[in-house]
């Protein structure tokens, strides 16, 4: 598979990641070590090398399975996990936590669980308004001195706290959502990364499944998927939003490629510095997905793509309101 730098600091992966979350947290699905070890392996042979997991993705388990599935080809392939949470007696998530003695704490833990002795790409996952982003940036930058960091990533943050914490320590990539139904990144972030050289890893690329065609009013979520409590994702919504499905479908059929795949080489070329993470805990998905890497659009493809979608107006925030606040700060 085609490789792309992210940043500037020589850091290479594969054009497609794979975004572990999903294999069992916050989509419903609840896959078994082994089976998770099976897909990510899969993943690797058909040339993925960049990999994507947090702390509080479980809490704690997602990182056991990646730890677990790359161990014998560790060498060979980019981790990428989070921090930035804190979690109470039983484990479970108690809010933002990004104070270097935190910082510290997790990447302890998160190294021991991906049975690794440095990771490749550390990210904050969410901006903690109680920390100074140069006291982040700081921790990571004396993380990266030790040797226990490769690279500093920032997921979701705001222009000016990306300015910030790169002018502390370079930061290799920033994690936000970017897909054909959230684009407001086009407007500020996107000529900003550029500028400064930041590479840009869109989370949510096929639209937390949406815009692949799979899921319609009617689908039903399992209780733990956290889509139940997503605007975007009430059967009005998603009712309301069926006119961008079958549009995409529309351009997929022209393509002779699927939905899924539409969506992931419009994302591949916006720029070549963009690497999206999809998830997905299905063999045959996995391979639709990767076959993403072999469709090109056409600047004359992308024009008519971006014309289509100037008429679609999407419904329904992209979260409940107090995850919102966590975003774009
Ligand atoms: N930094 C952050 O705050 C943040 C937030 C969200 C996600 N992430 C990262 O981004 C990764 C991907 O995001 P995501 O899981 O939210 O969304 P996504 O990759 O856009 O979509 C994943 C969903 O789409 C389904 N799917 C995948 N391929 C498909 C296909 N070809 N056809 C039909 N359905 C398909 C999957 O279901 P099946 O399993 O049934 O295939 C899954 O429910 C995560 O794993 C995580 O690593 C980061």
Request: some cysteine; hydrophobic content about 40%.
């Given at each position: ?205 096929l639209g937390?499944g949406f815009l692949t065609g799979a899921i ?29 499905v ?12 699927t939905p899924a795949?539409?969506a ?66």
């Open positions: 598979m085609e490789k792309r730098k992210l940043g500037q600091n020589g850091l290479e992966v594969s054009a497609l990641g794979f975004g572990c979350m999903g294999l069992n947290y916050g989509r419903g699905s609840d896959l078994s070590q082994e089976e998770a070890v099976q897909l990510i392996g899969a993943a690797f042979d058909r040339g993925v090398t960049f990999f994507d997991t947090a702390e509080v993705y479980g809490p704690f388990t997602n990182e056991e399975f990646l730890g677990e599935a790359i161990a014998p080809f560790r060498g060979r392939v980019v981790i990428a996990t989070k921090f930035g949470y804190q979690f109470d007696e039983q484990g479970r998530e108690a809010g933002l936590n990004s104070r270097p003695e935190q910082i510290r704490a997790a990447a302890e833990g998160s190294l021991r669980r991906l049975k690794t002795d440095v990771i490749d790409l550390y990210y904050q996952h969410r901006v903690d308004p109680n920390v100074p982003i140069e006291d982040v940036a700081g921790t990571v930058k004396d993380l990266i001195r030790e040797g226990k960091v490769l690279h500093f990533g920032l997921s979701e943050a705001g222009v000016p706290t990306i300015r910030r914490a790169h002018a502390v320590q370079p930061v290799a990539a920033l994690q936000s959502e970017y897909s054909l139904w959230w684009r407001e990144p086009e407007a500020e972030l996107l000529p900003v990364l550029e500028e400064l050289g930041i590479g840009f890893v869109p989370f949510s690329p937390k319609n009013a009617q689908t039903q979520f399992d209780p733990s998927d956290r889509r139940n409590g997503i605007p975007r994702f009430s059967s009005e919504a998603r009712a309301a939003n069926q006119s961008l079958t549009l995409i479908g529309q351009i997929a059929q022209e393509k002779n490629a795949q539409i992931l080489a419009w994302l591949l070329a916006q720029h070549p510095w963009i690497v999206p993470i999809p998830g997905t805990t299905k063999l045959h998905r996995l391979d639709e997905n990767l076959g993403a890497t072999d469709v090109e659009l056409s600047s004359a493809d992308l024009k008519s793509i971006q014309i289509a979608l100037s008429e679609v107006v999407i419904q329904g925030d992209r979260y409940p309101a107090h995850l919102q606040r966590q975003v774009n700060r």
